[in-house]
Nanobody, 125 residues
Framework: QVQLVASGGGLVQAGGSLRLSCAAS????????MGWFRQAPGKEREFVAA????????YYVDSVKGRFAISRDNAKNTMYLQMNSLKPEDTGVYYC??????????????????WGQGTQVTVSS
């Protein structure tokens, strides 16, 4: 089993930046493809970004392309989400998630096996 702890959220003005981190423990981090999801109040959890175990491929929802960058450091068992040019609509609880590297799927909540506790991101206008 993999334990995930997300951190780095906070309150920021529109146009600002935040860097989220997701620290993993329990199993070999490089055995997992990773992803970030977010959930706004009253809305379903939605896909934001994902990265394969070797960092060879990354995926983004259209609304964050060019503004967010996902990365990982397997030596540190940590994944990151650099968020720039933040907008009020980016507000929500951000969750990191892991799926075993041999599983198919990237974009759905059901594609992931393990979840972190979430970190709040609030962007003021």
């Amino acid at each position: 089993q993999v334990q995930l702890v997300a951190s780095g959220g906070g309150l920021v003005q529109a146009g600002g930046s935040l860097r989220l981190s997701c620290a993993a423990s329990g199993r070999t981090f490089s055995n997992y493809n990773m992803g970030w999801f977010r959930q706004a109040p009253g809305k379903e959890r939605e896909f934001v970004a994902a990265i394969t175990w070797s960092s060879s491929n990354t995926y983004y929802v259209d609304s964050v392309k060019g503004r967010f960058a996902i990365s990982r450091d397997n030596a540190k068992n940590t994944m990151y989400l650099q968020m720039n040019s933040l907008k009020p609509e980016d507000t929500g609880v951000y969750y990191c998630a892991a799926r075993t590297r041999f599983r198919g799927g990237v974009y759905e909540v059901s594609d992931y096996d393990y979840w972190g506790q979430g970190t709040q991101v609030t962007v003021s206008s």
